[in-house]
Structure formats: C-alpha cells, structure tokens
C-alpha cells in the first residue's frame, strides 16, 4: 500500500525558506514512471500545484514559482522535499505531497499539512 506523509514546521517567518519533506512507503520514490508532486491549497481557493520530481531526479516546477522553489529527493530515506524561499503570508495555505503518472493527475495524497506565514 502507498502511503505519503508531510513532516515540517507549521509556523514559518515572512522572508524565511519554508522547508517540507514528504516520506513515501509502500514504493521506491525511484520506481520508473512515477512523478511526485507537491501541491498546496491556500484559504478560500483552489488546488495549486507547486511542482513535481521525476522517478530519475528531474525537476518540473511551476512556472510563477519557479524563481523561489527548490525540489530534492533522498533515495536511501524514500524522501523528496520542498523548499519555498522568502515566503510571504500568501504562502500560507495546506500542503500536499502527491503521486501520480504525470503533473495532472494523483493516484496517492499525503494527508496534509498546515503551514501559516507570520511573524
């Protein structure tokens, strides 16, 4: 069974780097084919998908975040994580960590995790 778990802090700082990790079991993170993808959901609006990390490390990200948001993996842990720099109040929303066959559709969800910016 695949599971996906976000770990982070909940509280960041305006103009700090927000920093989540995302632990997959039930299958390598290396697996051919698969993509994983954070996305994030802010208050009052729709899903937003942040970015994605291929089975061989290639990174997609969107492209009106692109200049501030770094994607990484760690194959020995079964981990890929994110990093969202100089955040500000907008960044504030609940975030994802999902799995799916390209960077539209999701087979499996992390649960979620709440991250607030504010001083």
């Known amino acids: 069974q695949v599971q996906l778990q976000e770990s982070g802090p909940g509280l960041v700082k305006p103009s700090q780097t927000l920093s989540l990790t995302c632990t997959v079991s039930?299958?390598?993170?290396?697996?051919?084919?698969?993509?994983w993808s954070w996305i994030r959901q802010s208050p009052g609006k729709g899903l937003e998908w942040l970015g994605a990390?291929?089975?061989?490390?290639?990174?997609n990200y969107s492209p009106s975040l692109k200049s501030c948001t770094s994607m990484s993996r760690n194959g020995s842990k079964n981990q890929f994580s994110l990093e969202l720099a100089s955040v500000t109040a907008e960044d504030t929303a609940v975030y994802y960590c999902a799995r799916g066959p390209n960077i539209a559709n999701f087979d499996y969800w992390g649960q979620g995790t709440q991250v607030t910016v504010s001083s």
């Open positions: 039930g299958v390598s993170i290396t697996t051919n084919y698969w993509r």
């Open positions: 990390i291929y089975y061989d490390g290639t990174t």
